[in-house]
């Protein structure tokens, strides 16, 4: 349930996946070794920090629910502990060891890209994933943390979805680069894509599908008898990664490329007023920050799928792509806030019908999460 909101341990569920990882990294023992390092940490160290910070949240929802009557005691710090531990992992036991070629922490290899990369950015992530961390101990050490009726379930949900995808920055400019650089037939920098791609990949199967699987034909499994990357292959890579930069958290801006690379084009963000689909061209600014819920109705569509009931559930409660900057900072718009807006009062007659009918002002609300919790008419099922 934890891994699979996000979806990077979603393709170790299928037994060919399996197959094909284990002959992978049994070939680059043979062919590549000073590789593998690096294939450790995107296959076992990445998935395993998403997986503590995503154990972290759902220790909190489990006290906030009442189903740990004392919520986190003072004696365990559940919640908090898992973040110590996925810290632990990012940063390593000694940075100046991540500083060298053969860097052995995330966060090491988040400043190593500053190589192909504007140096910048590596040292940004690194500030970044510290502030969230320090805004986590400190939401998690507070006298009421995750007690029935507190906020803290809400505002964690926010941080753990916002680190991951600061997280994610490095993974994604390693991936590009090492794509690019596989173009002139550079058969190691092919496998290093192959490396990031496991990184990358899976978390996409939680925003689109078809991008993953696209990537995954494009990137993981390509033909092996050719000694590159054609043109074609990289530029629908690359342009099906900056699709999903939204639904990862991320913008243009965050990947950053470097002008000394000559075959990356421009990225760039939807401007504010640009079409949406149909060309429909709205007049208002603010009118994409609204429209990004349809991210959201995504996701929580494959997580339901999947059977991540819980996950989708937060999703739905708390909201995450579509963002508006309200008096108190961030604000969400979220699914469930539009299911329980009041003014839909004001859709009289038409509303009243609905109420009516079912016999409730939130209709639409309430059979939602009766079947996300398996209640009511759903509770057999």
Known sequence: EDSRRNGVLSLADDVATKEFTQD??????LESPLNVPMAVLMLSVWPHIVYLLDLSLNECRRA????N?????NDTYLSLREVERAMALWFGSNDSVAGGPKFTSLSGMANLLGGSFIMSTGMRVNLTVKSLYEEMVQLLSHAERCYPGSSTTEELFHLVNEMISTMTIPLVQGLINSLLRATTGDIEMREMARIYAFAVVP?????RPSVAHNLLQDVLRPNDNSTKHGDDALNNAIYFLESVYPCLGIKCENINP???IPAMSACTNPRDNSPFGGNYSPSSTTARTHAMID?????FSILVGGGAFEAAKMLYTFGNSARVNGERGTEYISLASLATDPARSRGDPFYGYFVTDARSTFYAHNVIMEALEGAGQYEEM
């Open 24 to 29: 992978f990294m049994e070939r680059l023992w």
């Open 64 to 67: 906030a629910a009442g189903e």
């Open 69 to 73: 009557d004392d919520g986190l005691t």
């Open 203 to 207: 978390r996409l199967t939680a925003c």
């Open 258 to 260: 470097s002008p000394i």
């Open 295 to 299: 991210l959201d109705v995504r996701q």
